[in-house]
């Protein structure tokens, strides 16, 4: 049996004729095309039928995560324009006491037109609120592939979050070839997103409106949240031959122990909505795995190794006991919450320990989500692919999606 390392990126590739991939969203999200993939079989229906698709014993699973305005453009006494693009907070590395700085914070940034910006200070002034404030940027270190980015502003009564609001540019998706449009800011949001800290949407989210919610809530099905903040990462190919070579993007997760108890508890189906739920609630159980084994283990150890699932050099144990296992971890540090970071890469060979359905929508070729896509519907992705360029589907964030329930 092939080895999940082994694995060529290759035997993942399919065609996806440009016009295929949606520009836009619907003006109505929930009239996108829906997939239904169960026990083997591929059906289609619209979005809005989503509650009467369900099993009756669903839990839903949502990652409550906001994109944040993360594009900034400043332009040099020369005329050269530079972009800065803000990944994730360094200093504070706290998103939310980042977001909150009202003086200056460092942040990891990838830079468009390096080879203009050698050196020296960049600034733009703005208005905000009726207040003039000047924004400087200095660039600090490499910071992997990536540089530190100091930002620093003259008026404390601003945050760093307001600043964004004002003069930050939503970063969609490349592969749209288009520029940000004023209707993006609103599109390219979950009608649930709460917490700041994404670069990307965590776009199975995107279909869900107030009507499909609160049909849910009449069928008594259980919508939880968590948050993962989705990086740039997530846009990254896969350059080698095998997924061996790959590395994966590390993103921060933030779970509340009330959450991590009601999953511990339930005898529902738990159904991700998202790729991002799903990299999570399975996050979880290699974390409350590692705390079997190591109760003490410190924060930096509870990071979810890229490859910590395909050890089988650690015993299993019961999903529920590694959510309990969580559960008294936080209880001795007094914590309401778990925060850690994720690197997991789910492909063929992954068993899924804890997500019973997953709700997605269709994905680039030779991409880590069609991997993961692959491992949860058993390596049946082509036939749900094939079905879904043979009937008209949108592809990409802005396409429509698909119910997966594998048994």
Known sequence: MQKTRDIRIEEFNYPLPDERIAKFPLSQRDRSKLLLYRSGSVSESEFFHLPDLLPENSLLVFNNTKVIQARLHFRKETGALIEIFCLEPLSPNNYLLSFQSNRECVWACMVGNLKKWKSGTLSR???IEGKSVTLNADRLNAYGNSFEIRFSWDNPQISFAALLDAVGELPIPPYLNRETEESDKETYQTVYSKIEGSVAAPTAGLHFTEDVLAALKEKCIPCLEL?????AGTFKPVKSETIEGHEMHTEFISVERSLI?????????IIAVGTTSVRTLESLYYIGRTLEYNPDAVPEELKVGQWQPYDDTVAEIDYRKALRNIVDYLDRKGLSRLVTATQIIIAPGYTFKIVRGMITNFHQPQSTLLLLVSAFVDGRW??????????????????????LLPD
């Open 382 to 403: 082509r036939e749900i692919y094939d079905y879904a360029l043979s009937h008209d589907f949108r592809f990409l964030s802005y396409g429509d999606s698909s119910l």
């Open 261 to 269: 108890v009601s999953l511990a508890e339930t005898d529902r189906r």
């Open 227 to 231: 948050t993962l903040h989705v990086g």
């Open 125 to 127: 002034t703005v208005i």
